[in-house]
């Protein structure tokens, strides 16, 4: 059982910043991988970006089209956390950012980029960006 709890949402002016934190509980974080979601009120759960292991100590990140470009997704598997650094935010971002973890053994296309290939969710933390 992994737990993840999120830390770092807030309220911020749009081109503000923001850095989300994701601890993760567990022995093997370092081969799991980490992600981010989305979801505001009234749509449906997007992906903004992960992170997976890809042998020895190399990791690949992957964006999610609104995001790329704006946001950085990282770990410190020292410290069993994953960031997200979220950077000229625009309202439209403004949603409850969910952490995710799974084992990394589907492919990073639909099914993972849909959420079903998640294994454990955190709570959430909540994003807005104002005007």
């Known amino acids: 059982q992994v737990q993840l709890v999120e830390s770092g949402g807030g309220l911020v002016q749009a081109g503000g910043s923001l850095r989300l934190s994701c601890v993760a509980s567990?022995?093997?974080?370092?081969?799991?991988?980490m992600g981010w979601f989305r979801q505001a009120p009234g749509k449906e759960r997007e992906f903004v970006a992960a992170?997976?292991?890809?042998?020895?100590?190399?990791?690949?990140?992957y964006y999610g089209d609104s995001v790329k470009g704006r946001f950085t997704i990282s770990r410190d598997n020292a410290k069993n956390t994953v960031y997200l650094q979220m950077n000229s935010l625009k309202p439209e971002d403004t949603a409850v950012y969910h952490c995710?973890?799974?084992?990394?053994?589907?492919?990073?296309?639909?099914?993972?980029?849909?959420?079903?290939?998640?294994?454990?969710w955190g709570q959430g933390t909540q994003v807005t960006v104002s005007s």
């Open positions: 995710a973890a799974d084992s990394g053994r589907s492919a990073m296309g639909t099914l993972y980029r849909s959420g079903a290939a998640v294994d454990y």
């Open positions: 992170i997976t292991w890809s042998g020895g100590v190399t990791y690949v990140a």
């Open positions: 567990g022995r093997t974080f370092s081969s799991y991988r």
